[in-house]
């Protein structure tokens, strides 16, 4: 209380308004920083906690774009924005058919070549799952259109399963083992 009221004389003397001007602003400031910093904390307990029950324990892993040139967006996204290239696909004539940008080290961009099946834009966006299985059966119960996991994908060999959204909007949920590229990424990250 003593260096709430020594702030408050302060600011009232060093401004010299009435003390009505001054208490309102600073009680909304205050109200402000305490509303954060509870909301960082639930945040954080939440995140720590794992309410599987509630959430599936997914987070949000990538977003899929579909770009007419790969190697331009990945120039961009490098370039001008600062990503790093985590890895990368490519065909025969070792041309890039996806491409992982790195945002931070849990998220990523992947590039994607547009093509007349996949046209330019967002294509699909990725959550990673703890538990794929789990995760899908928990969708699933709760009504949402999802495939079963299948084998490793042969490009990042992260386990991955499909739920479509109401919209039509792909989401991909991926659990990335130890041999997954996202996770040789994340864990490299520095």
């Known amino acids: 209380m003593k260096k709430v009221e020594s702030v408050k004389v302060k600011?009232?003397?060093k401004f010299k308004v009435g003390k009505l001007k001054v208490e309102a602003p600073m009680r909304g400031a205050i109200i402000f920083l305490g509303g954060l910093i509870c909301g960082l904390a639930v945040q954080a307990t939440m995140a720590q906690t794992g309410d599987s029950v509630a959430t599936t324990g997914v987070v949000l892993n990538h977003v899929g774009l579909s770009v007419p040139s790969i190697p331009e967006a990945a120039a961009f996204y490098?370039?001008?924005l600062g990503f790093k290239e985590a890895f990368r696909n490519s065909d025969a004539q070792g041309n890039p058919t996806a491409i992982y940008m790195q945002v931070s080290k849990?998220?990523?961009i992947e590039l994607q070549q547009a093509n007349a099946?996949?046209?330019a834009g967002l294509n699909h966006f990725g959550l990673e799952s703890p538990n794929?299985?789990?995760t899908v059966a928990t969708f699933k119960q709760r009504g949402a259109t999802a495939s079963e996991p299948g084998a490793p994908s042969a490009f990042s060999h992260a386990i991955l399963a499909n739920v479509t959204d109401l919209n039509g909007l792909?989401?991909?949920l991926a659990e990335m083992g130890p041999e997954s590229l996202q996770r040789k990424a994340m864990d490299s990250w520095k």
């Open 11 to 13: 600011v009232e003397s």
């Open 78 to 80: 490098k370039d001008k």
């Open 106 to 108: 849990n998220t990523f």
């Open 117 to 119: 099946q996949r046209p």
């Open 132 to 134: 794929i299985k789990t």
């Open 170 to 172: 792909r989401i991909e």
